[in-house]
């Protein structure tokens, strides 16, 4: 059994760490975000930073006191990425810019230069195709004029990609621009010098410039909308935050007057302790009590649950949530950033950021990525120049991802195709251009933000990227008994005394079992009380309670005292059982029943009998878990012959239900577990008595009670209060962490494939090579594919 006390006074430690938000923009590829984290954990007093590159999102962890917000976002903004404290901007009246309202804007910056990047690859394409260009309009085919083309390219929808790129080479961090800026002004050079001087018998190749820009450009574009799909379920929830609120003036307790005296004011204004109404139809503004009137709400966005709850007045409702019927008027409890939603929208938010321990690796390779591709193309326009082009002398490439005939190029152009400078500058840029660092850096981000969002959707708060790879890895899921695979609403079945004890006290066993449970707060003290509540009892006064969490309490009562526990707790205080009450007590527990036993002055009075039902859908959710391979254990304070039989109805190996083991002994067993077995360990409780076990699994399962400590202490958070969303949250982590480990793959072997494709690895046998439009292309294309690829996750989730 075990007891909590019903009031803990308690000072709460200073916090050790504070996180700041800033909204960054600025980032093109995950470079850059090795770039601002390094810029941010160098400030002083900063200790960790973790950045996401789908969201333009940077939390940092500082010495509570150190760091000013808005000083370290001036600094990032001076490195050359824009940025925000989060806390500016919501103090902010006008002189900051909405990160959405700056999206939008570039969003549309990025449309204007797609299209002008889009007629010039037409009218480029047409001029490549000698004889559709001469015959529709011989311009098309004038050298000049695709010089011209080429220049509006660079100076128009090419101006920002080489200013940016620019700009990072200067502040040592070159990013996905640089390379494609140097490659488009090499292609345009080389280009520009072999039109200038035509004695030296170079291939101008200007369309190349345009299409390298055309492709990147529209991949950027159908990148930037995907993403904006993948945050769509986030946006959806921020939406839900209510941005109004009917305030009471004055209210009269006794008689509150709804259509009167009503002031209309920002959600974020209400205090605590202001009466508000709320009409059918309206957000409820901040968490609160019903206290005058009636209605159904919708909580669908807190619970997932379509059917409307009916709330009257002492009931609870949630901010956010839809007020559907009738008016009511409630009195606020928690407002602001208190509120639950708030609270999601933190959670979710947070867990964006939280990357997954298996981007560690793309990380690392990010943050080095740009200086290896400018490498790799310095060296391989080294080897063609200086080596390939004599070993190969036949070997050429004019522009195009094309098998190559090497011996009728020849004839056609005797001297350009044996320009080993023009080959070897042209698979340098290739190779410059191919590669992508983008996919890299939303390889984790976007499948994370898409995961986290369908699932607070859904009622599951799955806390980040981490959690994902550790729900990936478990074999062994442990539930608490008593909340968790039982309603928490025990009933006594049976209230039992010995010899002729009752007939000579003043009391029953059940008074005095109530007058010592009224110092307690715990599901079986609520079943005593309630069971003498129906029978009309008076209760006795007690004093001087004690509570020992796991075993039992204490009191004196009408100068007596009086113990109630389990049999450590009797026996520590030296109370003999006789063979009788044990024979009894096995009985009972044997049927699944929790016994209590009660002493009254040193000598056992009596057992009470109390039975919790297991919950609708306990028995279902284990044959699912097993079903998933996973190692279903029940972990109990009870008594073994309890726990036993509530293993035995849901179908779970007797080995498996583990009993007697108080509070502070849970985390011990599950530590033993991952030691002995190196056992990957789920924990699922109610998330306040089982804190230190949620905190030692590998993953920690809270079922929401609705206290801050299963906000803090657990990985997952059910919202809904529903068993069976323990599976549910496990295939969505499997899903989420599977789309991470697709796209992390897909990053990996595009770059490791089109880097040597770019630089000619096929050309001498194969006469197979990209062209730097060809590579441009393929570049746009990864990393699109990657986003486009956790979108769809949205689609397994619907057939799990």
């Not at 996750?793 to 057939?799: D, S």
């Amino acid at each position: 059994m075990q007891l909590v006390p019903k009031t803990t006074l308690t000072q709460e430690p200073a916090p050790t760490v504070e996180k700041i938000i800033l909204d960054v923009g600025g980032m093109k590829c995950a470079g850059c975000v090795s770039a601002v984290e390094r810029q941010l954990t160098q400030y002083s007093g900063v200790k960790s930073a973790c950045v996401n590159l789908a969201t333009e999102v940077a939390v940092i962890e500082t010495e509570p006191g150190k760091v000013d917000p808005d000083a370290l976002a001036q600094q990032l903004t001076s490195a050359g990425f824009p940025s925000q404290s989060r806390q500016a901007r919501e103090k902010a009246t006008g002189d900051l810019e909405d990160p959405e309202a700056r999206k939008r804007r570039e969003m549309r910056g990025s449309f204007q230069q797609l299209i002008i990047a889009g007629i010039l690859l037409v009218l480029s394409g047409i001029g490549h195709f000698a004889d559709m260009g001469g015959q529709v309009l011989p311009i098309l085919n004038n050298i000049w004029f695709h010089c011209g083309l080429a220049t509006v390219a660079i100076l128009i929808p090419g101006r920002p990609i080489l200013i940016d790129g620019w700009r990072g080479w200067r502040r040592n961090a070159p990013n996905m621009n640089t390379l494609v800026g140097l490659g488009t002004l090499t292609a345009y050079t080389a280009s520009l010098v072999a039109l200038l001087f035509p004695q030296m018998g170079w291939e101008c190749f200007f369309d190349e410039p345009v299409m390298m820009l055309g492709f990147i450009l529209l991949g950027r574009t159908l990148e930037q909308q995907a993403r904006g799909r993948a945050a769509a379920a986030f946006k959806e929830l921020l939406s839900l935050q209510p941005q109004t609120a009917r305030l009471i003036v004055n209210p009269d307790q006794e008689k509150v007057g709804l259509g009167t005296n009503i002031v209309e004011i920002p959600a974020e204004k209400v205090r605590v302790g202001e009466w508000l109404q709320v009409l059918p139809g309206d957000k409820i503004p901040v968490d609160g009590e019903v206290r005058f009137g009636q209605t159904t709400v919708n909580e669908s966005m807190l619970t997932g649950e379509a059917v409307p709850v009916i709330k009257q007045s002492g009931d609870l409702v949630a901010a956010g949530t839809l007020n559907e019927s009738g008016a009511i008027a409630i009195f606020a409890t928690r407002t602001g950033s208190d509120t639950t939603l708030a609270h999601i929208v933190s959670l979710v938010e947070a867990a964006q950021t939280r990357k997954a321990p298996v981007q560690k690796l793309a990380d690392t390779v990010a943050g080095y990525f740009t200086y290896g591709v400018l490498t790799a193309s310095v060296l391989t326009f080294i080897f063609w120049y200086f080596f390939g082009t004599h070993i190969w002398a036949d070997v050429t490439i004019s522009g195009g991802m094309e098998m190559m005939n090497h011996s009728s190029l020849e004839a056609m152009n005797p001297v350009s195709t044996h320009s080993s400078l023009l080959t070897s500058l042209k698979l340098a840029i290739a190779v410059m251009v191919v590669a992508c660092p983008c996919a890299l850096g939303l390889a984790t981000p976007t499948a994370i933000l898409v995961g986290t969002a369908i699932g607070a959707e859904r009622g599951l708060l799955i806390k980040g990227g981490d959690v994902l790879e550790r729900v990936h890895q478990l074999d062994t899921v442990i539930f608490d008994k008593t909340g968790t695979l039982t309603t928490g609403n025990p009933t006594v079945t049976d209230c039992l005394t010995f010899g002729e004890w009752e007939n000579h006290q003043p009391y029953s066993l059940l008074q005095l079992a109530t007058a010592v449970e009224n110092g307690t707060y715990h599901p079986l003290a609520k079943a005593i009380q309630q069971a003498a509540q129906e029978q009309n009892l008076s209760i006795p006064d007690a004093v001087d309670f004690y509570t020992e969490p796991g075993l039992g309490v204490s009191a004196i009562v009408e100068g007596s005292s009086v113990l109630l526990g389990n049999w450590d707790w009797l026996s520590q205080h030296d109370i003999s059982l006789s063979d009788s009450a044990q024979q009894m007590a096995n009985h009972l527990a044997e049927n699944g029943k929790t016994v209590v036993g009660v002493a009254v002055a040193g000598h056992l009075a009596g057992l009470i009998a109390v039975q919790d039902a297991l919950r609708p859908d306990a028995e279902a959710t284990v044959n699912k878990l097993r079903d998933l391979g996973l190692r279903v254990m029940l972990l109990s304070g009870d008594r073994l012959e309890a726990a036993q039989a509530i293993a035995q109805q849901l179908g779970i190996d007797k080995a498996d239900a583990i009993a007697g083991v108080i509070p502070s002994q849970k985390a011990a067993v599950i530590e033993e577990l991952q030691r002995k077995s190196a056992s990957k360990v789920a924990m699922i409780g109610d998330g306040i008595n089982d804190a230190p076990a949620l905190s030692q699994a590998d993953v920690g399962i809270a079922l929401y009670s609705g206290t801050d400590v299963a906000m803090e202490t657990a990985e997952i958070i059910l919202m809904r209060d529903r068993l069976n969303d323990v599976v549910a949250s496990i295939q969505l982590s499997r899903a989420t962490f599977n789309k991470i480990r697709q796209n992390l793959f897909w990053a990996f072997a595009y770059n490791t494939i089109g880097i040597p494709l770019a630089a000619g690895i096929l050309l001498p046998k194969f006469g197979f090579v990209l062209s730097p439009s060809g590579a441009a292309a393929l570049m746009a294309f990864s990393s699109v594919s990657v986003v486009t690829n956790s979108i769809l996750l949205r689609r397994v989730v619907h057939r799990l």
